[in-house]
């Protein structure tokens, strides 16, 4: 079956470790129609060279990941956005940061995961209309940012893996003798 995305489709994962990367929490997040967006960002420096020529120099990218849920979070969501502010704001006496964050933009692909920074200097929460009967939250949003620079962009195309468990038709020869 040939699919049409690439990197996975299910939902996000956020992956709080302590130093030693032992993993200390994991949050899925059920997704609204904003889902999660990935934007790539290209590094490069520009310098203007002695004949008024400009040069760049091209250095890589980061990656930059908007979680969205600013049409409806659930319970489940907004707690889960609270502790990954929380583990993103623990420092020690030296306010270096006690825990890393990682960001998996599909759990069918956990593998394919990054160490990101939570960017929000702020975090808007409002309640959805509907009194006692509201179904969540709205308006949150998530930002973060690889703090790793890659050489190239990679992706993961489904349709150039092979899973196993699918049985595949056996080819048997029939010797002339």
């Known amino acids: 079956m040939n699919v049409e995305y690439i990197n996975g489709y299910k939902n996000p994962l956020i992956i709080i470790t302590d130093l030693q990367n032992n993993q200390i929490a994991k949050y899925e997040f059920k997704l609204d129609k904003d889902g999660l967006t990935e934007e790539i ?5 520009r310098k203007t060279n002695i004949k008024n020529n400009i040069i760049y120099k091209r250095k890589g990218i980061f990656r930059k990941f908007t979680l969205s849920l600013k ?5 489940q969501n907004t707690l889960n956005v609270i502790n990954i502010v929380n ?3 623990i ?9 890393k964050i990682f960001i998996v933009p599909r759990k069918d692909y956990e593998y394919n995961s990054f160490q990101v920074e939570l960017l929000n200097d702020s975090i808007t929460m ?3 209309r509907g009194g006692i009967f509201s179904k969540g939250m ?7 940012e690889t703090i790793n ?12 893996i092979q899973y196993s468990g699918y049985t595949m038709p056996i080819l048997s020869l029939k010797l002339q003798t």
Not at 71 to 75: A, T, V
């Open 87 to 89: 583990y993103a704001n």
């Open 149 to 160: 620079i890659a050489k190239n962009y990679t992706v993961i195309n489904p349709n150039d």
């Open 41 to 45: 960002i290209l590094i490069k420096s």
């Open 126 to 128: 409002k309640i959805q």
């Open 91 to 99: 420092t020690d006496s030296f306010e270096n940061p006690l825990y």
């Open 138 to 144: 709205k308006g949150i949003e998530l930002v973060f």
């Open 71 to 75: 049409q409806k979070s659930n319970l």
